[in-house]
């Protein structure tokens, strides 16, 4: 299955920011929506936020008012932008859209992409 090709995080100052995008390859007849998850070692994936084409988000109580996700006009890139780091923002970062390939296809199917680690000390 394709994967999403993500980039940026790293190793962010508490109070500082990290922007990571996230790009698909092929093209798609429609897209559901795309976000970001994130996994904390030892604990299960969780939720940061989504965004759809036409600008509704959701995002995780952990995040709100930090969190800014923006898609391009081309619908193939996500954008995170994470600020005022706190040392619990530590995880890998995987980034997701759901689209649909064709319009004879009925179903939606998920990327993903291969993670990012992103570590605010301490």
């Known amino acids: 299955q394709e994967r999403l090709l993500e980039s940026g995080g790293g190793f962010v100052q508490p109070g500082g920011s990290l922007r990571s995008s996230c790009a698909r390859s092929s093209s798609a007849y429609s897209v559901k929506r795309m976000g970001w998850y994130r996994q904390v070692q030892g604990k299960e994936r969780s939720l940061v936020a989504t965004?759809?084409?036409?600008?509704?988000?959701i995002s995780a109580d952990a995040v709100k008012g930090r969190v800014t996700l923006s898609m391009d006009n081309a619908k193939t890139t996500v954008t995170l932008q994470l600020n005022h780091l706190k040392p619990e923002d530590t995880a890998v970062y995987y980034c997701?859209?759901?689209?649909?390939?064709?319009?004879?296809?009925?179903?939606?199917?998920?990327?993903w992409g291969q993670g990012t680690p992103d570590t605010v000390p301490s």
């Open positions: 965004i759809t084409p036409r600008g509704d988000t």
């Open positions: 997701f859209q759901e689209i649909q390939y064709y319009k004879y296809t009925t179903e939606y199917v998920e990327l």
